[in-house]
């Protein structure tokens, strides 16, 4: 049975979304979403009002969250559904992960100075609020200083796996964001596999606990979709979906609820969670 669109992907403004949660669940319901997770980077902290808002409309919450890790070279980013994010050893689990962005906000401002474009970290933090920092945050400040004209530009030419003023991230390797979803009873799921373009560390990925691939993304060829779903068949995963929405002026144009994701990814994913 079809019941509207699912998206298994969004942040909000407790990450580097530019939407509150209530703003966010507002836009989805217009966009015609009936199943929304709420996936913000190291961060549940957008649940609550997320989950309270949608008790006023036709509109499903699921609970999750993104942790992106660094390898050589590339980035692997760990989407998270159904975890028990209440329990405190979680918790204290996120808080690092989020006391180390800030660590690595500090570290890519030296960087940007000592390529000649020096921002005040204090600056990035005012953006960020009580969310979590990352690197959209400071390309805010970039575009505010002039140095770039766009978030995008910031990225391409500065901030991307790579780029001359990204420090890459210490904590966790990604088989690491994978048994942490697990141990707190969640789904972990690969997101965006077709952007990193390491799909060769998806067996021991499976081999640590993965339980599915975000395959319908936007950024994804019609080859690359078909690949991911083959994957999925051979290796017994969930192929889900999502817009990796971002809200209005963060740079990204992919809209709430696109592209679409079979009904059937998502009762795939409750049943893996035990939710079905
Ligand atoms: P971080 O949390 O520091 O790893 O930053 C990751 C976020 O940066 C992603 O969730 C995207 O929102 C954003 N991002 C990555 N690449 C780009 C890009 N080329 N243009 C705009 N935003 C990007
Ligand atoms: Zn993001
Ligand atoms: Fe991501
Ligand atoms: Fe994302």
Redo the contacts with the bound molecule.
């Keep these: 049975m079809t019941a509207g669109r699912v998206d298994l992907h969004t942040?909000t403004t407790a990450?580097?979304g530019t939407l509150p949660p209530r703003g966010l669940v507002v836009a989805a319901v217009k966009g015609g979403v009936r199943v929304l997770a709420v996936t913000d980077?190291?961060s549940t902290g957008g649940l609550a009002d997320a989950m309270d808002e949608a008790r006023a409309h036709p509109l499903e919450i699921v609970p999750g969250l993104?942790i992106?890790c660094d390898v050589d070279g590339a980035?692997i980013?760990v989407l998270g559904y159904f975890m028990d994010y209440q329990a405190p050893w979680f918790q204290a689990f996120l808080a690092e992960q989020r006391v180390e962005?800030v660590a690595?906000v500090h570290r890519i401002a030296e960087r940007l100075a000592e390529l000649g474009m020096p921002i005040d970290a204090e600056e990035v933090f005012a953006i960020v609020k009580e969310g979590?920092?990352?690197?959209?945050h400071?390309?805010q400040v970039m575009v505010k200083r002039g140095y770039v004209k766009s978030?995008?530009e910031?990225?391409?030419k500065y901030?991307?796996a790579g780029g001359p003023a990204n420090a890459p991230?210490r904590r966790l390797a990604p088989a690491d964001a994978v048994a942490v979803i697990r141990k707190a009873g969640g789904v972990p799921v690969l997101a965006h596999p077709g952007l990193a373009n390491r799909d060769e560390l998806i067996p021991a990925l499976v081999e640590a606990g993965l339980m599915g691939i975000e395959t319908y993304y936007a950024e994804h060829s019609a080859a690359q979709t078909r690949d991911y779903l083959e994957l999925c068949r051979r290796h017994d995963l969930v192929p889900t979906g999502g817009s990796?929405y971002?809200g209005p002026q963060?740079?990204?144009a992919n809209p709430l609820g696109s592209p679409a994701v079979p009904w059937e990814s998502w009762e795939a994913l409750r049943r893996r969670a035990g939710r079905a």
């Design positions: 942040h990450s580097d980077h190291d993104e992106n980035e980013h962005r690595r979590s920092a990352g690197r959209p400071v390309a978030v995008r910031a990225f391409d901030l991307r991230r990796d971002h963060s740079g990204r």
